[in-house]
Protein backbone atom coordinates (compact mmCIF):
# COMPACT_ATOMS: atom_id res chain seq x y z
CA UNK A 1 0.00 0.00 0.00
CA UNK A 2 2.68 2.64 0.60
CA UNK A 3 4.66 1.47 -2.63
CA UNK A 4 1.44 2.52 -4.16
CA UNK A 5 1.11 5.51 -2.40
CA UNK A 6 4.56 6.34 -3.25
CA UNK A 7 4.08 5.66 -6.78
CA UNK A 8 1.36 7.73 -7.10
CA UNK A 9 3.19 10.69 -5.57
CA UNK A 10 5.51 10.58 -8.32
CA UNK A 11 3.23 10.17 -10.94
CA UNK A 12 1.50 13.27 -9.52
CA UNK A 13 4.56 15.60 -9.18
CA UNK A 14 6.03 14.24 -12.31
CA UNK A 15 2.41 15.13 -14.14
CA UNK A 16 3.05 18.28 -12.63
CA UNK A 17 6.29 19.07 -13.76
CA UNK A 18 5.19 18.11 -17.38
CA UNK A 19 2.20 20.49 -17.31
CA UNK A 20 4.52 23.28 -15.49
CA UNK A 21 7.23 22.53 -18.29
CA UNK A 22 4.33 22.74 -21.10
CA UNK A 23 3.20 26.11 -19.81
CA UNK A 24 7.01 27.35 -20.56
CA UNK A 25 7.05 29.80 -23.50
CA UNK A 26 9.05 28.38 -26.72
CA UNK A 27 12.32 29.57 -27.67
CA UNK A 28 11.14 28.72 -30.93
CA UNK A 29 8.97 31.43 -31.52
CA UNK A 30 10.81 34.56 -32.51
CA UNK A 31 8.86 37.96 -31.48
CA UNK A 32 9.36 41.17 -30.32
CA UNK A 33 9.70 40.87 -26.57
CA UNK A 34 7.80 43.95 -25.92
CA UNK A 35 5.16 44.53 -27.98
CA UNK A 36 3.29 46.29 -30.84
CA UNK A 37 1.59 49.19 -32.13
CA UNK A 38 -2.14 48.81 -32.75
CA UNK A 39 -1.63 49.70 -36.08
CA UNK A 40 1.69 48.43 -37.15
CA UNK A 41 3.00 45.27 -38.45
CA UNK A 42 2.87 42.45 -35.86
CA UNK A 43 4.99 39.57 -36.80
CA UNK A 44 6.49 36.64 -34.77
CA UNK A 45 9.24 33.93 -36.46
CA UNK A 46 8.74 30.18 -36.08
CA UNK A 47 12.43 28.52 -36.38
CA UNK A 48 11.91 24.68 -35.88
CA UNK A 49 12.92 21.51 -37.63
CA UNK A 50 11.79 21.10 -41.80
CA UNK A 51 9.63 18.37 -40.59
CA UNK A 52 7.64 20.27 -37.80
CA UNK A 53 7.58 23.20 -40.18
CA UNK A 54 5.66 21.30 -43.08
CA UNK A 55 3.01 19.88 -40.78
CA UNK A 56 1.73 23.18 -39.30
CA UNK A 57 -0.78 25.62 -40.47
CA UNK A 58 -2.48 27.39 -38.15
CA UNK A 59 -1.02 30.09 -34.71
CA UNK A 60 -3.64 32.01 -32.48
CA UNK A 61 -3.37 35.17 -30.35
CA UNK A 62 -4.68 34.67 -26.89
CA UNK A 63 -4.92 36.87 -24.07
CA UNK A 64 -2.73 35.85 -21.54
CA UNK A 65 -4.29 35.42 -18.53
CA UNK A 66 -8.09 33.88 -19.77
CA UNK A 67 -6.26 32.02 -22.68
CA UNK A 68 -9.33 33.13 -24.88
CA UNK A 69 -8.66 32.95 -28.67
CA UNK A 70 -9.28 36.54 -29.70
CA UNK A 71 -7.36 36.21 -33.71
CA UNK A 72 -6.81 33.16 -35.71
CA UNK A 73 -3.91 33.05 -38.68
CA UNK A 74 -2.29 31.36 -41.08
CA UNK A 75 1.03 30.62 -41.12
CA UNK A 76 3.03 31.90 -44.06
CA UNK A 77 4.89 29.40 -46.58
CA UNK A 78 8.34 28.21 -45.41
CA UNK A 79 10.94 30.53 -46.22
CA UNK A 80 14.81 29.46 -46.00
CA UNK A 81 17.17 31.39 -44.15
CA UNK A 82 19.76 32.06 -46.50
CA UNK A 83 22.64 32.76 -43.94
CA UNK A 84 22.32 29.15 -42.09
CA UNK A 85 19.72 27.61 -44.42
CA UNK A 86 17.27 27.02 -41.83
CA UNK A 87 13.49 27.11 -42.05
CA UNK A 88 11.31 29.22 -40.54
CA UNK A 89 7.38 30.31 -41.37
CA UNK A 90 5.74 33.61 -40.09
CA UNK A 91 2.34 34.34 -37.98
CA UNK A 92 1.45 37.75 -39.17
CA UNK A 93 -1.68 38.61 -36.98
CA UNK A 94 -0.70 42.55 -38.30
CA UNK A 95 -5.04 43.14 -38.32
CA UNK A 96 -5.32 42.45 -34.85
CA UNK A 97 -5.60 45.98 -33.34
CA UNK A 98 -6.82 45.29 -29.92
CA UNK A 99 -4.79 46.79 -26.85
CA UNK A 100 -3.77 44.11 -24.41
CA UNK A 101 -1.85 41.62 -22.78
CA UNK A 102 -1.21 38.53 -25.41
CA UNK A 103 0.47 35.31 -26.07
CA UNK A 104 1.05 33.78 -29.43
CA UNK A 105 0.44 30.03 -29.75
CA UNK A 106 1.31 27.49 -32.40
CA UNK A 107 -0.72 24.06 -31.53
CA UNK A 108 1.62 21.40 -31.51
CA UNK A 109 4.48 23.70 -31.18
CA UNK A 110 4.05 25.94 -27.46
CA UNK A 111 3.51 29.77 -26.87
CA UNK A 112 5.70 32.85 -26.82
CA UNK A 113 6.19 35.00 -24.26
CA UNK A 114 3.94 37.61 -23.11
CA UNK A 115 3.83 40.91 -24.98
CA UNK A 116 1.70 44.08 -25.10
CA UNK A 117 -0.18 45.39 -28.02
CA UNK A 118 -1.07 49.45 -27.64
CA UNK A 119 0.39 52.76 -27.72
CA UNK A 120 3.22 53.79 -26.17
CA UNK A 121 4.79 50.40 -26.48
CA UNK A 122 8.18 51.31 -26.29
CA UNK A 123 8.20 54.32 -24.68
CA UNK A 124 9.70 52.87 -21.65
CA UNK A 125 12.41 51.78 -23.57
CA UNK A 126 13.45 54.79 -24.86
CA UNK A 127 13.86 56.21 -21.22
CA UNK A 128 15.68 53.30 -20.13
CA UNK A 129 17.92 53.73 -23.06
CA UNK A 130 18.09 56.97 -22.84
CA UNK A 131 19.05 56.54 -18.64
CA UNK A 132 21.65 54.01 -19.55
CA UNK A 133 24.03 57.54 -20.08
CA UNK A 134 23.49 58.05 -16.77
CA UNK A 135 24.74 54.74 -15.15
CA UNK A 136 28.04 55.59 -17.62
CA UNK A 137 29.05 59.14 -16.31
CA UNK A 138 32.67 59.69 -14.65
CA UNK A 139 33.57 61.90 -11.87
CA UNK A 140 30.10 61.97 -10.10
CA UNK A 141 28.28 59.35 -7.57
CA UNK A 142 25.43 57.80 -8.28
CA UNK A 143 22.82 57.92 -5.66
CA UNK A 144 20.24 55.17 -4.90
CA UNK A 145 17.35 58.11 -5.67
CA UNK A 146 18.34 58.07 -9.22
CA UNK A 147 20.15 54.71 -9.83
CA UNK A 148 18.45 52.15 -7.82
CA UNK A 149 19.85 49.15 -6.94
CA UNK A 150 22.69 49.83 -9.50
CA UNK A 151 24.19 53.27 -7.07
CA UNK A 152 27.57 53.60 -6.50
CA UNK A 153 30.47 55.69 -5.70
CA UNK A 154 32.14 58.37 -8.48
CA UNK A 155 34.95 56.93 -10.42
CA UNK A 156 37.56 58.92 -12.24
CA UNK A 157 37.23 62.50 -10.97
CA UNK A 158 39.72 62.81 -13.70
CA UNK A 159 41.27 66.31 -11.97
CA UNK A 160 44.83 65.28 -12.25
CA UNK A 161 45.12 63.86 -15.90
CA UNK A 162 48.41 63.66 -17.31
CA UNK A 163 49.71 65.02 -20.72
CA UNK A 164 51.78 61.94 -22.54
CA UNK A 165 55.12 62.40 -24.25
CA UNK A 166 52.80 61.72 -27.77
CA UNK A 167 50.46 65.03 -26.88
CA UNK A 168 52.67 67.00 -25.43
CA UNK A 169 53.47 70.43 -26.76
CA UNK A 170 55.18 74.07 -25.80
CA UNK A 171 52.49 74.99 -23.58
CA UNK A 172 52.13 71.41 -22.49
CA UNK A 173 55.44 69.49 -21.79
CA UNK A 174 54.82 65.75 -21.44
CA UNK A 175 53.63 65.57 -17.16
CA UNK A 176 51.77 68.34 -17.52
CA UNK A 177 48.65 68.09 -15.41
CA UNK A 178 45.40 69.05 -16.63
CA UNK A 179 41.50 69.00 -15.73
CA UNK A 180 39.35 66.57 -17.53
CA UNK A 181 36.23 65.40 -15.67
CA UNK A 182 33.00 64.77 -16.62
CA UNK A 183 32.09 62.54 -19.78
CA UNK A 184 30.86 59.27 -19.79
CA UNK A 185 32.88 55.65 -20.06
CA UNK A 186 32.92 54.59 -23.46
CA UNK A 187 31.91 51.15 -23.12
CA UNK A 188 32.61 48.27 -20.80
CA UNK A 189 36.11 49.86 -20.03
CA UNK A 190 36.61 53.25 -18.13
CA UNK A 191 38.24 55.39 -20.91
CA UNK A 192 37.08 57.79 -22.79
CA UNK A 193 37.45 58.64 -26.15
CA UNK A 194 36.48 61.77 -28.80
CA UNK A 195 36.00 59.58 -32.06
CA UNK A 196 33.29 56.91 -30.66
CA UNK A 197 31.77 60.16 -28.64
CA UNK A 198 31.48 62.12 -32.41
CA UNK A 199 29.27 59.98 -33.52
CA UNK A 200 27.93 58.87 -29.76
CA UNK A 201 27.15 62.91 -29.62
CA UNK A 202 26.43 63.16 -33.42
CA UNK A 203 23.31 60.83 -32.89
CA UNK A 204 22.00 62.28 -29.49
CA UNK A 205 22.15 65.86 -31.13
CA UNK A 206 20.20 64.87 -34.11
CA UNK A 207 17.37 63.38 -31.87
CA UNK A 208 16.67 66.89 -29.95
CA UNK A 209 17.10 68.45 -33.66
CA UNK A 210 14.60 66.30 -34.72
CA UNK A 211 11.86 65.35 -32.17
CA UNK A 212 12.47 68.34 -30.09
CA UNK A 213 8.82 68.23 -29.02
CA UNK A 214 8.96 64.62 -28.14
CA UNK A 215 12.25 64.74 -26.29
CA UNK A 216 10.93 66.95 -23.53
CA UNK A 217 8.38 64.33 -22.83
CA UNK A 218 10.82 61.79 -21.33
CA UNK A 219 11.70 62.08 -17.83
CA UNK A 220 14.34 59.48 -17.01
CA UNK A 221 14.70 60.63 -13.06
CA UNK A 222 18.85 62.44 -13.13
CA UNK A 223 19.84 65.08 -10.58
CA UNK A 224 19.09 67.43 -13.45
CA UNK A 225 15.59 66.36 -14.67
CA UNK A 226 14.06 69.25 -12.38
CA UNK A 227 15.42 72.23 -14.42
CA UNK A 228 14.53 73.67 -17.74
CA UNK A 229 16.38 71.73 -20.24
CA UNK A 230 15.25 67.99 -21.85
CA UNK A 231 16.47 65.28 -19.79
CA UNK A 232 18.38 63.80 -23.13
CA UNK A 233 19.54 66.95 -23.38
CA UNK A 234 21.33 67.19 -19.78
CA UNK A 235 22.64 63.51 -20.65
CA UNK A 236 24.30 65.21 -23.48
CA UNK A 237 26.10 68.21 -21.77
CA UNK A 238 27.52 65.75 -19.42
CA UNK A 239 29.69 64.55 -21.91
CA UNK A 240 29.54 67.47 -24.11
CA UNK A 241 31.78 69.47 -21.49
CA UNK A 242 34.22 66.98 -21.02
CA UNK A 243 34.53 67.12 -25.20
CA UNK A 244 35.64 70.55 -24.42
CA UNK A 245 38.44 70.25 -22.35
CA UNK A 246 40.04 67.89 -24.55
CA UNK A 247 40.85 71.19 -27.24
CA UNK A 248 44.24 72.43 -26.64
CA UNK A 249 43.32 76.17 -25.97
CA UNK A 250 46.42 76.86 -27.66
CA UNK A 251 45.83 75.49 -31.25
CA UNK A 252 42.31 74.12 -31.44
CA UNK A 253 43.63 70.19 -31.87
CA UNK A 254 42.40 67.88 -29.89
CA UNK A 255 43.42 64.78 -28.45
CA UNK A 256 42.29 61.26 -29.66
CA UNK A 257 41.75 60.04 -25.84
CA UNK A 258 41.50 59.99 -21.82
CA UNK A 259 42.91 56.77 -20.89
CA UNK A 260 44.74 54.09 -18.61
CA UNK A 261 47.86 52.80 -20.17
CA UNK A 262 46.10 49.22 -19.97
CA UNK A 263 42.39 48.51 -19.45
CA UNK A 264 41.37 48.15 -15.62
CA UNK A 265 40.48 44.77 -14.32
CA UNK A 266 36.98 43.65 -13.82
CA UNK A 267 36.71 46.21 -10.66
CA UNK A 268 33.87 49.28 -9.76
CA UNK A 269 35.03 52.69 -11.27
CA UNK A 270 35.84 54.06 -7.95
CA UNK A 271 38.75 51.07 -7.06
CA UNK A 272 40.39 52.21 -10.82
CA UNK A 273 42.54 54.54 -9.42
CA UNK A 274 45.57 54.07 -12.40
CA UNK A 275 47.36 57.23 -13.52
CA UNK A 276 45.31 58.62 -16.57
CA UNK A 277 46.31 59.99 -20.05
CA UNK A 278 45.51 62.21 -22.39
CA UNK A 279 47.30 61.02 -25.81
CA UNK A 280 48.06 62.39 -29.00
CA UNK A 281 46.15 65.03 -31.15
CA UNK A 282 44.40 63.19 -34.31
CA UNK A 283 42.60 64.65 -37.26
CA UNK A 284 39.89 61.92 -36.68
CA UNK A 285 39.99 63.19 -33.39
CA UNK A 286 39.71 66.83 -34.20
CA UNK A 287 37.23 66.56 -37.19
CA UNK A 288 34.28 64.76 -35.19
CA UNK A 289 35.01 67.22 -32.65
CA UNK A 290 34.50 69.90 -34.66
CA UNK A 291 31.24 68.53 -36.79
CA UNK A 292 29.70 67.57 -32.70
CA UNK A 293 30.62 71.18 -31.58
CA UNK A 294 29.01 72.92 -34.54
CA UNK A 295 25.85 71.05 -34.18
CA UNK A 296 25.71 71.74 -30.34
CA UNK A 297 26.25 74.89 -30.88
CA UNK A 298 23.22 75.06 -33.36
CA UNK A 299 21.13 73.49 -30.89
CA UNK A 300 21.99 75.26 -27.97
CA UNK A 301 20.79 78.49 -29.50
CA UNK A 302 17.32 77.40 -28.32
CA UNK A 303 18.78 77.64 -24.62
CA UNK A 304 20.51 80.67 -24.65
CA UNK A 305 18.98 81.57 -21.20
CA UNK A 306 19.28 78.34 -19.30
CA UNK A 307 23.12 78.16 -20.81
CA UNK A 308 24.00 81.52 -21.30
CA UNK A 309 27.12 81.33 -23.67
CA UNK A 310 27.74 77.64 -24.12
CA UNK A 311 26.28 77.84 -27.71
CA UNK A 312 28.87 80.63 -28.64
CA UNK A 313 31.76 78.37 -26.83
CA UNK A 314 31.31 75.39 -29.08
CA UNK A 315 30.87 77.05 -31.97
CA UNK A 316 33.80 78.96 -31.70
CA UNK A 317 35.38 75.70 -30.41
CA UNK A 318 34.23 73.96 -34.03
CA UNK A 319 35.74 76.70 -35.85
CA UNK A 320 39.14 76.43 -34.35
CA UNK A 321 38.77 72.64 -34.04
CA UNK A 322 38.14 73.04 -38.26
CA UNK A 323 41.15 75.78 -38.62
CA UNK A 324 43.83 73.42 -36.60
CA UNK A 325 42.76 70.43 -39.24
CA UNK A 326 43.46 72.36 -42.32
CA UNK A 327 47.02 73.00 -40.40
CA UNK A 328 47.53 69.42 -39.77
CA UNK A 329 45.70 67.24 -42.31
CA UNK A 330 48.10 64.02 -42.18
CA UNK A 331 48.20 63.86 -38.61
CA UNK A 332 46.56 60.33 -38.08
CA UNK A 333 46.36 58.52 -34.65
CA UNK A 334 48.73 55.71 -34.75
CA UNK A 335 48.99 53.88 -31.21
CA UNK A 336 51.95 51.19 -32.28
CA UNK A 337 53.95 53.69 -33.47
CA UNK A 338 53.75 55.88 -30.72
CA UNK A 339 54.34 53.17 -28.61
CA UNK A 340 57.53 52.46 -30.35
CA UNK A 341 58.49 56.20 -29.93
CA UNK A 342 57.24 57.34 -26.10
CA UNK A 343 56.20 55.62 -22.69
CA UNK A 344 54.42 54.37 -21.52
CA UNK A 345 52.78 52.27 -24.05
CA UNK A 346 49.07 52.82 -24.06
CA UNK A 347 46.91 49.25 -25.01
CA UNK A 348 43.35 50.82 -25.08
CA UNK A 349 41.10 51.18 -27.89
CA UNK A 350 42.56 52.46 -31.08
CA UNK A 351 39.58 53.97 -32.74
CA UNK A 352 42.28 54.41 -35.18
CA UNK A 353 41.30 55.48 -39.32
CA UNK A 354 43.48 55.55 -42.16
CA UNK A 355 40.77 57.81 -44.08
CA UNK A 356 39.35 61.24 -42.81
CA UNK A 357 38.17 62.09 -45.99
CA UNK A 358 34.07 61.31 -44.57
CA UNK A 359 35.31 63.18 -40.75
CA UNK A 360 36.08 66.07 -42.89
CA UNK A 361 32.44 65.97 -45.19
CA UNK A 362 30.79 65.89 -41.96
CA UNK A 363 32.56 68.74 -40.16
CA UNK A 364 32.08 70.58 -42.95
CA UNK A 365 28.27 69.79 -43.45
CA UNK A 366 27.99 70.95 -39.71
CA UNK A 367 29.71 74.06 -39.91
CA UNK A 368 27.85 75.27 -43.01
CA UNK A 369 24.82 74.34 -41.52
CA UNK A 370 25.79 75.91 -38.55
CA UNK A 371 27.18 79.45 -39.69
CA UNK A 372 25.63 79.33 -43.10
CA UNK A 373 28.48 80.24 -44.26
CA UNK A 374 29.69 78.63 -47.64
CA UNK A 375 33.41 78.90 -47.79
CA UNK A 376 32.90 75.24 -45.66
CA UNK A 377 30.01 73.84 -48.10
CA UNK A 378 33.03 74.48 -50.27
CA UNK A 379 36.10 73.26 -48.67
CA UNK A 380 35.51 69.81 -49.40
CA UNK A 381 33.80 67.62 -51.88
CA UNK A 382 30.68 66.69 -49.85
CA UNK A 383 29.45 63.88 -52.99
CA UNK A 384 32.55 62.53 -54.08
CA UNK A 385 30.83 59.22 -55.26
CA UNK A 386 27.97 57.74 -55.24
CA UNK A 387 28.17 55.97 -52.02
CA UNK A 388 25.90 56.64 -49.19
CA UNK A 389 28.08 54.55 -46.43
CA UNK A 390 25.81 53.73 -43.42
CA UNK A 391 27.07 55.45 -40.70
CA UNK A 392 29.62 54.18 -37.73
CA UNK A 393 32.58 55.72 -36.05
CA UNK A 394 34.95 54.99 -38.50
CA UNK A 395 33.01 56.20 -41.74
CA UNK A 396 30.63 59.32 -41.13
CA UNK A 397 30.08 60.61 -44.59
CA UNK A 398 26.11 59.82 -44.54
CA UNK A 399 25.99 62.38 -41.18
CA UNK A 400 26.60 65.08 -43.38
CA UNK A 401 23.10 63.85 -45.74
CA UNK A 402 21.35 63.47 -42.75
CA UNK A 403 21.94 67.19 -41.72
CA UNK A 404 21.65 68.58 -44.80
CA UNK A 405 18.35 66.92 -45.46
CA UNK A 406 17.36 68.06 -42.12
CA UNK A 407 17.85 71.73 -42.39
CA UNK A 408 16.77 71.53 -46.18
CA UNK A 409 14.41 74.80 -45.88
CA UNK A 410 17.51 76.81 -44.48
CA UNK A 411 20.20 76.25 -46.36
CA UNK A 412 22.30 79.05 -48.44
CA UNK A 413 21.24 79.02 -52.55
CA UNK A 414 24.75 76.68 -52.74
CA UNK A 415 23.28 73.96 -50.62
CA UNK A 416 19.63 74.25 -52.17
CA UNK A 417 21.32 73.74 -55.80
CA UNK A 418 21.92 70.15 -54.38
CA UNK A 419 19.49 68.81 -52.29
CA UNK A 420 18.35 66.36 -55.28
CA UNK A 421 21.57 64.85 -54.53
CA UNK A 422 20.93 64.78 -51.06
CA UNK A 423 17.99 62.87 -51.29
CA UNK A 424 18.90 60.81 -53.93
CA UNK A 425 21.64 59.79 -51.42
CA UNK A 426 19.14 58.67 -48.71
CA UNK A 427 17.00 57.13 -50.97
CA UNK A 428 19.31 54.61 -52.43
CA UNK A 429 20.68 53.75 -48.95
CA UNK A 430 17.42 52.73 -48.09
CA UNK A 431 16.11 50.91 -51.11
CA UNK A 432 19.10 49.28 -50.85
CA UNK A 433 18.52 48.20 -47.55
CA UNK A 434 14.45 47.42 -48.18
CA UNK A 435 14.96 45.12 -51.36
CA UNK A 436 14.23 41.75 -50.71
CA UNK A 437 13.49 41.95 -47.15
CA UNK A 438 10.51 40.73 -47.93
CA UNK A 439 12.17 37.34 -48.58
CA UNK A 440 14.38 37.32 -45.65
CA UNK A 441 13.97 34.36 -43.39
CA UNK A 442 13.17 37.08 -40.66
CA UNK A 443 11.32 39.53 -42.83
CA UNK A 444 13.86 42.42 -41.05
CA UNK A 445 16.24 44.24 -43.37
CA UNK A 446 18.80 43.17 -40.61
CA UNK A 447 20.46 40.21 -41.47
CA UNK A 448 19.64 40.01 -45.21
CA UNK A 449 23.54 39.31 -45.65
CA UNK A 450 25.94 37.36 -43.10
CA UNK A 451 28.54 41.07 -43.82
CA UNK A 452 25.71 42.08 -41.33
CA UNK A 453 27.45 40.25 -38.40
CA UNK A 454 30.36 42.71 -37.48
CA UNK A 455 31.59 43.44 -34.12
CA UNK A 456 28.72 45.43 -32.60
CA UNK A 457 26.15 44.68 -35.21
CA UNK A 458 23.25 45.25 -32.86
CA UNK A 459 24.50 48.90 -33.74
CA UNK A 460 24.26 48.27 -37.46
CA UNK A 461 20.48 47.06 -36.98
CA UNK A 462 20.06 50.38 -35.02
CA UNK A 463 22.17 52.73 -37.65
CA UNK A 464 20.15 51.12 -40.57
CA UNK A 465 17.09 52.01 -39.14
CA UNK A 466 17.62 55.39 -37.95
CA UNK A 467 18.65 55.83 -42.28
CA UNK A 468 14.96 54.45 -43.18
CA UNK A 469 13.60 56.96 -41.12
CA UNK A 470 15.69 59.67 -42.49
CA UNK A 471 14.65 58.77 -46.01
CA UNK A 472 10.95 58.16 -44.64
CA UNK A 473 11.25 62.31 -43.03
CA UNK A 474 13.56 63.42 -45.95
CA UNK A 475 11.94 61.77 -49.54
CA UNK A 476 9.49 61.77 -51.50
CA UNK A 477 9.47 58.35 -52.59
CA UNK A 478 6.60 56.11 -53.00
CA UNK A 479 7.97 53.67 -50.45
CA UNK A 480 8.13 56.49 -47.49
CA UNK A 481 5.60 54.32 -45.54
CA UNK A 482 7.83 51.19 -46.00
CA UNK A 483 10.75 52.73 -44.68
CA UNK A 484 8.85 53.60 -41.97
CA UNK A 485 7.64 50.13 -41.46
CA UNK A 486 11.23 48.39 -42.06
CA UNK A 487 12.74 50.67 -39.61
CA UNK A 488 10.02 49.61 -36.81
CA UNK A 489 10.84 45.80 -38.02
CA UNK A 490 14.78 46.35 -37.27
CA UNK A 491 13.46 47.58 -33.64
CA UNK A 492 11.63 44.02 -33.34
CA UNK A 493 14.84 42.57 -34.51
CA UNK A 494 17.00 43.90 -31.56
CA UNK A 495 13.89 42.94 -29.28
CA UNK A 496 13.98 39.36 -30.33
CA UNK A 497 12.91 38.56 -33.59
CA UNK A 498 16.24 37.13 -34.30
CA UNK A 499 18.24 34.05 -34.98
CA UNK A 500 19.10 34.24 -31.25
CA UNK A 501 16.02 34.45 -29.75
CA UNK A 502 17.29 37.75 -27.20
CA UNK A 503 15.97 40.80 -26.32
CA UNK A 504 19.64 42.90 -26.94
CA UNK A 505 18.56 45.28 -24.02
CA UNK A 506 19.44 44.62 -20.41
CA UNK A 507 16.80 44.92 -18.74
CA UNK A 508 13.93 45.27 -21.34
CA UNK A 509 12.53 41.89 -22.81
CA UNK A 510 11.31 38.30 -21.03
CA UNK A 511 15.08 36.88 -22.76
CA UNK A 512 17.99 39.35 -21.92
CA UNK A 513 21.36 39.42 -22.18
CA UNK A 514 22.83 38.31 -17.85
CA UNK A 515 26.36 39.10 -17.82
CA UNK A 516 26.91 41.45 -20.48
CA UNK A 517 31.11 42.89 -20.72
CA UNK A 518 30.54 45.43 -18.70
CA UNK A 519 32.70 46.28 -15.36
CA UNK A 520 29.98 47.66 -12.67
CA UNK A 521 28.13 45.16 -14.21
CA UNK A 522 30.36 42.31 -13.50
CA UNK A 523 31.77 44.15 -10.66
CA UNK A 524 28.95 45.10 -8.21
CA UNK A 525 27.34 42.17 -6.50
CA UNK A 526 24.00 42.77 -8.15
CA UNK A 527 22.64 39.76 -10.17
CA UNK A 528 20.31 41.99 -12.99
CA UNK A 529 22.96 44.05 -15.24
CA UNK A 530 22.66 47.67 -15.23
CA UNK A 531 19.38 48.02 -17.56
CA UNK A 532 18.98 49.77 -20.72
CA UNK A 533 22.49 48.97 -22.30
CA UNK A 534 22.36 47.72 -25.80
CA UNK A 535 24.39 44.06 -25.86
CA UNK A 536 27.13 44.25 -29.42
CA UNK A 537 24.92 41.20 -30.01
CA UNK A 538 25.94 38.27 -33.07
CA UNK A 539 29.57 38.76 -34.32
CA UNK A 540 30.69 36.11 -37.13
CA UNK A 541 34.48 36.23 -35.79
CA UNK A 542 33.49 36.71 -31.74
CA UNK A 543 35.34 33.29 -31.36
CA UNK A 544 38.39 34.25 -32.85
CA UNK A 545 38.33 37.63 -31.77
CA UNK A 546 38.14 37.66 -27.91
CA UNK A 547 38.67 33.72 -27.09
CA UNK A 548 35.99 33.44 -24.80
CA UNK A 549 35.13 29.96 -24.36
CA UNK A 550 31.52 28.73 -25.05
CA UNK A 551 30.63 29.19 -28.47
CA UNK A 552 28.40 26.73 -29.93
CA UNK A 553 27.87 27.89 -33.86
CA UNK A 554 29.76 29.62 -36.56
CA UNK A 555 27.11 30.35 -38.02
CA UNK A 556 27.17 33.89 -38.74
CA UNK A 557 23.55 34.85 -37.62
CA UNK A 558 24.15 32.84 -34.44
CA UNK A 559 27.65 33.86 -33.17
CA UNK A 560 26.48 35.06 -29.81
CA UNK A 561 27.36 34.25 -26.29
CA UNK A 562 26.05 35.15 -22.84
CA UNK A 563 29.13 36.42 -20.87
CA UNK A 564 31.03 38.77 -19.69
CA UNK A 565 34.07 36.94 -21.18
CA UNK A 566 32.78 37.56 -24.70
CA UNK A 567 33.85 41.17 -25.20
CA UNK A 568 33.61 40.47 -28.91
CA UNK A 569 29.97 39.98 -28.56
CA UNK A 570 28.34 40.87 -25.65
CA UNK A 571 29.82 44.26 -24.57
CA UNK A 572 28.22 47.54 -24.48
CA UNK A 573 29.12 50.61 -25.89
CA UNK A 574 28.05 54.29 -26.38
CA UNK A 575 28.01 54.69 -30.15
CA UNK A 576 25.85 51.68 -29.62
CA UNK A 577 23.32 52.76 -27.14
CA UNK A 578 22.85 56.01 -29.18
CA UNK A 579 20.98 54.59 -32.76
CA UNK A 580 19.11 52.33 -30.44
CA UNK A 581 17.65 55.60 -28.38
CA UNK A 582 17.54 57.50 -31.83
CA UNK A 583 15.33 54.52 -33.54
CA UNK A 584 13.23 53.92 -30.19
CA UNK A 585 12.84 57.74 -29.53
CA UNK A 586 11.76 58.31 -33.08
CA UNK A 587 9.80 55.31 -33.66
CA UNK A 588 7.83 56.43 -30.64
CA UNK A 589 7.49 60.00 -31.60
CA UNK A 590 6.23 59.23 -34.96
CA UNK A 591 3.06 57.07 -33.57
CA UNK A 592 1.92 60.45 -32.15
CA UNK A 593 2.87 62.81 -35.81
CA UNK A 594 1.18 59.72 -38.03
CA UNK A 595 0.81 56.10 -36.39
CA UNK A 596 2.49 53.56 -37.93
CA UNK A 597 1.00 51.34 -40.19
CA UNK A 598 1.78 48.52 -42.08
CA UNK A 599 3.06 49.11 -45.89
Known amino acids: MKIKSVVLILYLL ?25 NAAKIAVLVTSADTLQRLTTFQLLTEKSKKVVFTGQLSPVRTNAISGKKTRLADFSTYTKAGQYILLIPGVGHSYSFSIGPNVHRALAIGSIKSFYYQRTATDLPARYAGQWSRPAGHPDTNVLIHPSAASAGRPAGTVISSSRGWYDAGDYNKYIVNSGITMGTLLSLCEDFPAYVNTLSTNIPESSNALPDVLDEILWNLRWMLTMQDPADGGVYHKLTNPGFDAMIMPDKATKPRYVVQKSITATLDFAAVMAQAGRLLRAYNKQLPGLADSCTSAAIQAWNWSVKNPTMAYRQQVINQQVDPDISTGTYEDRDASDEWIWAAAELYVTTKDDAYY ?44 VKQHLRILADSLIDNTDKQAFATVMGKSAKDFIWGSSSVAANQGIALLMAYRHTNS ?9 ALGNLDYLLGRNAVGYSFVTGFGAKTPMHPHHRPSVADGIVPPVPGLLSGGTNARAASQDKCAGYTTTLADEVFLDADCSYASNEIAINWNAPLVYLVAAIEALQHEQPTSQP
Not at 401 to 412: E, I, K, P
Request: aromatic share 10%; net charge positive; no cysteine.
Open 378 to 421: RAVNLFPDQATPLPGWPQVRTLAYYTLGRFSNTLTDLGKKDLPL
Open 14 to 38: LASLLSSSAQLPVQAIRLNQLGFYP
Open 478 to 486: PNRKRYLHH
